[in-house]
Each structure stands twice: as structure tokens, then as C-alpha cells.
């Protein structure tokens, strides 16, 4: 079992910054690759971006250029930093871990960008 716990999420202006963290915990050794979703009222839970264990990273095309996805293997921890927010990345963003077999979802937390 991996146990994913998010944090850094609240309320900030267009143009602004965040960075969101998740906390892995658990048999986490057999994580191969970790990420970010979201979930905007009304819609589909949507990719963010993901990081390999080996540091691959992979961007959905709306957030390329402003969000910077990264892991302190150390600290078992993801980061989403995130930069020049919109008003259409409101959502709540969930962490994800994933390995063969294996799908595991944080209880998500509020990102709000007010325009």
C-alpha cells in the first residue's frame, strides 16, 4: 500500500505562484511513476504532468512552460511548481502514484486562481 497526502493548495491571483507538494509513504519502492491530476467542477479529471523514477517528465500541453514538476526521492516527495496561474487552472489537484498493478490517488487539494 502507498499512502499520498497533498498539501500547498488555497487561493491565489492570476499571474501568481504555487507549489503544491505530496508526501509518499508506504511501499513506495515500487513507485515507477508519480504525478499530478486535476479536477475542475464539471469536468474530467485531467493529466497535469508526471515524473519517472529515473526523472522523465511529461506535461500536458496547457501547462508547459508554467508548471515545473519534480522529486526529492530523499524526502519521497513531489512537487508542482506552479507558475503565471489562470483563472482556468482552478481545480483540485490530486497526486497519483502508479506501478504495475497499482493505482494510487491523495484526497486532493484546492487550487483557486482568481482573476
Known amino acids: 500500500q502507498v499512502q499520498l497526502v497533498e498539501s500547498g493548495g488555497g487561493l491565489v491571483q492570476a499571474g501568481g505562484s504555487q507549489r503544491l507538494s505530496c508526501l509518499a509513504s508506504g511501499i513506495i519502492f515500487r513507485i515507477n511513476v508519480m504525478g499530478w491530476y486535476r479536477q475542475a467542477p464539471g469536468k474530467q479529471r485531467e493529466l497535469v504532468a508526471t515524473?519517472?523514477?529515473?526523472?522523465?517528465?511529461n506535461y500536458a500541453d496547457s501547462v508547459k512552460g508554467r508548471f515545473t514538476i519534480s522529486r526529492d526521492n530523499a524526502k519521497s516527495t513531489v512537487y508542482l511548481q506552479m507558475n503565471s496561474l489562470k483563472p482556468e487552472d482552478t481545480a483540485v489537484y490530486y497526486c497519483n502514484a502508479w506501478s504495475v498493478g497499482s493505482d494510487y490517488w491523495g484526497q486532493g487539494t484546492q487550487v483557486t486562481v482568481s482573476s
Open positions: 515524473i519517472t523514477r529515473s526523472g522523465s517528465t
